[in-house]
């Protein structure tokens, strides 16, 4: 591996806070890295423990339930992602318009029709304002009972639509799941105003500077990926900052004045879809090839990583019995080397679920 090569990935892994942001709130640290994917809100929660020292599930659950402070909805690549409230509004304007036509497609293959989608929009907005927040099962018996189908995928390509439109979020936790609310009473906002007073130019920028700041060194077509807004967008959103960037080799950029140290990344134990595995078009910087496959599987699956010095080492899996967690490392080669750190990560992972 060459000086340049190990420079980039200790680079990327301090951008993605890997070193750990010791004092930083759930808030704090979702800010820096913009939109954590949260189609696993187990996941989520883990990524933010991997960054932040002393954390724990506790923690996260009361910044999207008591303080508000995050929601998650379906924003850059129409995945779930979890996000600060006050970037809520911009990310989904600049994201929905793309994912409309996709919306409607999917609901017509699982046999709703547009009428029935836009009754189903109407019904969850009536619903969540009268009762307040409710599960997925408490929404998909209303809309059944209103005869509009949810068996399959349909109630998430309704629910995935209504957040489209501004209908609803995924904010307060209950059972230890997030549940749905209405967008305006729960973030406060009128948010069809909010996505429409949105400078989609100004969005852009603020689009690229924060996506540098969690990714950098990085290109427009790592920001294009990432975001899922295609090339032209990345590189407007790249070129309105330009005065803040620094040129580097092979088509990258970043924020000027950065200075990555090159000390060792710590070992850690990141979670399934985790920012530090999904962040760029290439991975191959973190994931080596000939274990691509191992945590890359396909079928959109990305598998919980153990990572050494920002490099994948193995994958890990969790089973949790009575009040106990057990981890289990699958490492690509011998972990002897790294054995103590990574028990520490294990037992931090435990702490973190308030588990033994």
């Not at 990327?12 to 640290?29: C, N, S, V, Y």
């Not at 749905?180 to 400078?199: E, H, P, S």
């Not at 274990?291 to 079928?299: L, N, Y």
Request: net charge positive; glycine share 8%.
């Amino acid at each position: 591996m060459t000086d340049d090569a190990r420079r980039l990935r200790v680079g990327r892994a301090e951008a993605q806070l890997l070193r750990g942001d010791a004092g930083a709130t759930p808030e704090k640290l979702v800010h820096h890295l913009l939109a954590v994917q949260a189609q696993d809100f187990h996941a989520a929660r883990l990524a933010l423990r991997v960054r932040r020292p002393g954390l724990t599930a506790v923690d996260v659950d009361q910044a999207l339930t008591m303080e508000r402070s995050l929601v998650i909805g379906w924003l850059v690549r129409g995945t779930l992602h979890l996000v600060r409230r006050e970037d809520y509004p911009w990310l989904l304007a600049l994201s929905a318009p793309r994912q409309h036509t996709t919306s409607t497609r999917r609901l017509r293959q699982e046999g709703v029709p547009p009428a029935a989608a836009e009754r189903a929009t109407a019904l969850f907005a009536r619903a969540l304002t009268a009762a307040g927040p409710l599960d997925r099962h408490q929404l998909a018996a209303r809309a059944a009972a209103a005869g509009i189908r949810t068996e399959g995928q349909a109630l998430v390509h309704l629910l995935h639509l209504a957040a489209l439109r501004g209908v609803l979020v995924l904010g307060p936790v209950r059972a230890g799941a997030p549940t749905f609310a209405a967008t305006n009473d729960w973030l406060g906002v009128d948010i069809a105003a909010q996505v429409r007073n949105v400078d989609r130019d100004a969005a852009l920028a603020e689009l690229a500077r924060r996506f540098l700041a969690a990714h950098g060194p990085a290109s427009a077509h790592d920001l294009a990926a990432w975001s899922g807004l295609g090339l032209r967008a990345a590189r407007a959103g790249l070129g309105a900052i330009g005065a803040e960037l620094t040129e580097l080799a092979d088509g990258l950029v970043d924020r000027a004045r950065r200075s990555p140290s090159t000390a060792v990344v710590p070992a850690r134990l990141l979670p399934a879809f985790d920012p530090y595995l999904l962040g760029w078009k290439d991975r191959s910087f973190a994931v080596p090839a000939r274990w691509a496959r191992k945590v890359h599987p396909g079928g959109g699956v990305l598998r919980a990583t153990a990572t050494v010095d920002g490099s994948a080492v193995g994958t890990w899996t969790a089973r949790r019995r009575d009040d106990r967690l057990h981890i289990d490392i699958d490492g690509f080669a011998s972990l002897d080397e790294h054995a103590g750190a990574l028990r520490d990560e294990a037992a931090d992972v435990a702490r973190f679920e308030g588990l033994t």
